[in-house]
């Protein structure tokens, strides 16, 4: 299995700024992915974070607006960036067993953002 | 392209009673099914899990799913809830092709009643 720490677990910030998001696994894996969840919605992901290399973004999200760092096997960061009232979701750090063998994913508690 | 849809967004319930909450996909490749919960406040967790093998998974917590190829369904089933069962319950599909990215559906509000 593996723990996800998750920091801040939630903030209220104002429109036109920037928050960074951090998500720490207590160990080395593969694999990051950050994924939004809009009140009421599912989970949508946002991009999967290799580390050493750039993050890859899904449909509809792009790097400007979600930059995202991944500088060692434990760590990652997303920013959300310029925020808006839309950008207020709940986002959720995941990853893959260190194994990978049994494909579940591990989610941290998420971080709350309210933007007003 | 993968979806999956919970066709409840809420199913209430009283305390000991039996409780069905579906879920139907849509795949042109062969699927993995999760179930995972988030209960107030708090991430995901996984709840049981189909790979392969035996149609009826059991997971924790005393839920169990069944897979239904031909319907393509993964139903969530649990003969007696509590009311520490009260959460959002996600249905989730991945592929073979592509066994990192989850295609989550809207979700499923279990309301416990005393």
């Known amino acids: 299995s593996a723990v996800i720490s998750q920091k801040p677990s939630r903030d209220i910030c104002q429109r036109g700024t920037s928050l960074t998001i951090q998500c720490q696994v207590d160990s080395q894996v593969t694999m990051m992915f950050w994924y939004r969840q809009q009140p009421g919605q599912s989970l949508t992901l946002i991009a999967t974070?290799?580390?050493?290399?750039?993050?890859?973004?899904e449909s509809g999200f792009v790097i400007d607006k979600f930059p995202i760092s991944r500088p060692n096997l434990t760590f990652s960061t997303l920013t959300v960036s310029n925020m808006s009232p839309e950008d207020s979701s709940i986002y959720l750090c995941?990853?893959?067993?260190?194994?990978?063998?049994?494909?579940?994913?591990?989610f941290g508690q998420g971080t709350r953002l309210t933007v007003v | 392209a993968q979806s999956v849809t919970q066709l409840d967004s809420q199913v209430p319930v009283f305390e000991e009673a039996p409780v069905e909450l579906r879920c139907n996909y849509s795949s042109s490749v062969s699927v993995y099914l999760f179930w995972y919960v988030q209960y107030p406040n708090q991430g995901l967790q996984l709840l049981l899990k189909?790979?392969?093998?035996?149609?009826l998974v059991k997971g924790i917590n005393g839920f169990e799913a069944e897979f239904n190829k031909s319907q393509t369904s993964f139903h969530l089933r649990k003969p007696s809830v509590h009311i520490s069962d009260t959460a959002e319950y996600f249905c989730?599909?991945?592929?073979?092709?592509?066994?990192?990215?989850?295609?989550f559906g809207t979700g499923t509000r279990l309301q416990v009643f005393p």
């Open positions: 995941s990853v893959d067993p260190p194994t990978g063998a049994s494909l579940e994913a591990f």
């Open positions: 974070a290799n580390q050493g290399s750039e993050a890859t973004y």
């Open positions: 989730a599909v991945s592929t073979s092709y592509n066994t990192d990215k989850l295609i």
């Open positions: 189909y790979l392969s093998g035996s149609t």
